[in-house]
């Protein structure tokens, strides 16, 4: 679902507000950090999983169910809760990189004539007539247009490089875990 929103023109709309796609970004590497460094990974994704197995148990007693071994409903619930718990300390990670950005930092929008290394404003004629930036020198022209990285990646790289990163991450902790028990503390 956060796929199909993701790419909705709404949702790209909402990231050209000033600071939300650098926020959405480094969320995203941190969670990501977050899953591949043990203790923090599981502790991140076990205690949403422990709090939500026990508000569906404790939602089963209230209904007089016994839920001693969980049944598949159960689990299912377990299961879109946890989610929900951990999309809802998401939320709250991006709101905690977004507030001091928006409080303290003065955001100037990206003119599409300026330097694309420093940001300098070029003139309009600046790229027919291929001079460099007299701010860094640099001749790599006016922002233009171009759209940002994870816009350019082309589908299949960006499912490639995805697959990799999860396979990456389940294979650390796999192999750290491992350790652990070869190794206890």
Same mark, same amino acid.
């Given at each position: 679902m956060f796929?199909? =929103?993701?790419?909705?023109?709404?949702f790209r709309g909402f990231l050209r507000r000033p600071f939300m796609r650098r926020t #959405? %970004? @480094?969320? #995203?590497?941190?969670r990501l950090i977050?899953?591949?460094?043990?203790?923090?990974?599981? @502790?991140?994704?076990?205690?949403? *999983? !422990?709090?939500?197995? /026990?508000?569906? /148990?404790?939602?089963?007693?209230?209904? *007089?169910?016994?839920t001693q071994r969980p049944d598949f409903f159960?689990? !299912? +619930? =377990?299961? +879109? !809760? /946890?989610?929900? #718990?951990l999309n809802v300390l998401v939320v709250l990670l991006i709101a905690a990189?977004? $507030?001091?950005?928006? %409080?303290f930092l003065v955001w100037r929008p990206r003119d599409r004539n300026d330097c694309f290394r420093c940001g300098y404003p070029l003139s309009e004629n600046h790229h027919e007539s291929g001079s460099r930036c007299?701010? %860094? *020198?640099?001749?790599?022209?006016?922002i233009g247009d171009d759209p940002a990285f994870i816009d350019r990646l082309p589908r299949k790289w960006f499912? =490639? !490089?995805?697959?990799?990163?999860?396979? $990456?991450? @389940?294979? =650390? /902790? #796999?192999?750290a875990l491992k350790w652990m028990d070869a190794y206890p503390l």
């Amino acid at each position: 679902m956060f796929t199909v =929103i993701s790419v909705s023109t709404p949702f790209r709309g909402f990231l050209r507000r000033p600071f939300m796609r650098r926020t #959405f %970004c @480094a969320a #995203f590497v941190l969670r990501l950090i977050t899953s591949v460094t043990l203790p923090i990974g599981i @502790a991140v994704d076990v205690w949403p *999983g !422990l709090l939500a197995t /026990q508000a569906v /148990q404790y939602g089963y007693a209230s209904l *007089g169910l016994e839920t001693q071994r969980p049944d598949f409903f159960a689990t !299912l +619930l =377990i299961t +879109l !809760l /946890q989610g929900i #718990f951990l999309n809802v300390l998401v939320v709250l990670l991006i709101a905690a990189l977004w $507030a001091p950005q928006r %409080c303290f930092l003065v955001w100037r929008p990206r003119d599409r004539n300026d330097c694309f290394r420093c940001g300098y404003p070029l003139s309009e004629n600046h790229h027919e007539s291929g001079s460099r930036c007299p701010e %860094c *020198g640099s001749d790599a022209g006016p922002i233009g247009d171009d759209p940002a990285f994870i816009d350019r990646l082309p589908r299949k790289w960006f499912a =490639i !490089l995805t697959i990799s990163a999860l396979a $990456a991450a @389940a294979t =650390i /902790q #796999f192999t750290a875990l491992k350790w652990m028990d070869a190794y206890p503390l």
